[in-house]
């Protein structure tokens, strides 16, 4: 008989035969060195389980740490250790959650927010390190490989009625050629769509595209092109207005993407990218009609310095200019 076959199940699947465990134990092996988790995690004292409980914390609106345990799956007993140290270092705080008196919604404080950022960036660059040596074809190999496997190991839902939507894989990545006309058309698109914006808003986005690409800064600037499932969903930019001040430009995410934390992803990229580069504020310009981007300014800490109502692109508008300190 082949050793690389495999016999059915009582489930329906197939029952992995000796190479097929060994391949993969061996590929664990690789991957764990490859990213550095058998090292001390991203060169912290924390554990892996304990960044990526952290991880979570910065990136949930509201969470509970019910919610947590289930979807890291982490034992309750193990979860709340790691709660109870977070909460001594003044990294996280609770407070009673609106929904259900007996959970407690947890919050990151500002010296979490201060003890996450650098081990995020850590990681951004160790990732980076890891496909740098590649092409950017090869690039994109890696990532579809890695979506594919996350695709193809995630377990259908046995509560649904139905067979489970495909799982959501979100990737964020540099622009390549073709990306920027898309973003330019997306606001076109959904301004048109939404706000009723007529084609000048279009011709405004172009022209700031335009010149990113022209003047781009590769130091100073950069652009995420979010990506759901293979699709391009959304986009985020940071510019160099001045020596010390970042500009966040042209967010959108179509609306497909929406409610799955992305524009709050996305913002956090611009946010750890320009403190990393030392920028000592950032600036946007929005709209008051933006109810979504507005409250992920200011739960980022964003504050709003300028108000001014104004007619253009074919409406009565109110434009905003929202700053955070760095």
């Known amino acids: 008989m082949n050793s690389t076959a495999s016999l059915p199940s009582a489930t329906g699947g197939a029952t992995p035969l000796a190479d097929a465990v060994k391949a993969v134990r061996q590929f664990n092996r690789f991957f764990t060195r490859r990213i550095g988790v058998l090292d001390p995690y991203l060169g912290s004292t924390l554990s892996l389980t304990e960044v990526r409980v952290l991880y979570e914390l910065a990136h949930r609106d509201a969470p509970v740490a019910s919610e947590l345990a289930r979807d890291l799956g982490l034992d309750g007993g193990y979860l709340s250790r790691i709660l109870r140290r977070f909460e001594a270092a003044g990294w996280m705080t609770r407070s009673a959650s609106p929904k259900d008196a007996r959970q407690s919604v947890l919050s990151l404080t500002p010296a979490g927010r201060e003890a996450f950022e650098p081990l995020q960036q850590r990681s951004r660059e160790q990732a ?3 496909l740098a040596p590649l092409p950017p074809a090869r690039q994109q190999e890696v990532v ?27 990737v ?8 920027i006309g898309w973003v330019v058309q997306q606001h076109g698109e959904i301004y048109w769509r939404e706000y009723g ?3 000048r808003f279009e011709a405004l986005v172009a022209d700031i595209a335009a010149q990113f690409v022209r003047k781009f800064q590769p130091g100073w600037e950069r652009c995420w092109i979010a990506e759901l499932n293979g699709e391009r969903v959304g986009s985020v930019f940071v510019v160099r207005k001045s020596a010390t001040t970042a500009q966040l430009r042209m967010l959108i995410l179509s609306p497909q993407a929406r409610g799955l934390g992305l524009g709050t992803r996305l913002t956090d990229e611009c ?54 300190k760095l």
Do not use: H
């Open 128 to 130: 980076a390190e890891l």
């Open 144 to 170: 579809q490989a890695m979506q594919r496997i996350e695709t193809l190991l995630t377990p259908p839902d046995p509560a649904a009625s139905r067979a489970p939507a495909a799982p959501q894989v979100v």
């Open 172 to 179: 964020l990545r540099d622009p390549v050629p073709g990306d």
């Open 197 to 199: 914006w007529d084609s």
């Open 271 to 324: 946010i750890a990218f320009a403190r990393a580069k030392g920028y000592k504020k950032m600036v946007l310009w929005t709209n008051s009609c933006l109810t979504a981007a507005r409250g992920i300014y200011a739960k980022r800490g964003f504050k709003l310095v300028k108000s001014e109502p104004y007619e253009g692109f074919g409406q009565q508008a109110t434009g905003e200019t929202w700053e955070l």
